[in-house]
Nanobody, 127 residues
Framework: QVQLVESGGASVQAGGSLRLSCHAS????????MAWFRQAPGREREGVAI????????RYVDSVKGRFTISHESAKNTMYLQMNSLEPEDTGMYYC????????????????????RGQGTQVTVSS
């Protein structure tokens, strides 16, 4: 079993930056991918970015390409999401997810596709 804990959420102004972290513990050697999801009030939860721990390949949803960067530090069992040029539309609860059997893209992926999920960290971007 894998436990995931997110941190780094905060309130920022539009144009600002944040870095989210997700620390994994437990049976982490079986993980082949980690991902970030987000959910804004009144909207469905959507996949934001995914990283494949073998090879380091990444995928992003179109709305964050060029602004967000997902990375993974295996020695610390920690995944990051560097978010730059934040927009009010980025506001929401951000969730970490991890899996052994991974989707081939984050677009259209559901958090239920991942075997492990965190509790979330809030990001609020004001205009």
């Amino acid at each position: 079993q894998v436990q995931l804990v997110e941190s780094g959420g905060a309130s920022v102004q539009a144009g600002g930056s944040l870095r989210l972290s997700c620390h994994a513990s437990g049976y982490t050697t079986r993980l082949n991918c980690m991902a970030w999801f987000r959910q804004a009030p009144g909207r469905e939860r959507e996949g934001v970015a995914i990283i494949y721990t073998v090879g380091g390949g990444t995928r992003y949803v179109d709305s964050v390409k060029g602004r967000f960067t997902i990375s993974h530090e295996s020695a610390k069992n920690t995944m990051y999401l560097q978010m730059n040029s934040l927009e009010p539309e980025d506001t929401g609860m951000y969730y970490c997810a991890a899996a052994s059997y991974c989707p081939t893209d984050i677009r259209g992926a559901k958090q239920s596709d991942f075997g492990s999920r965190g509790q979330g960290t809030q990001v609020t971007v004001s205009s």
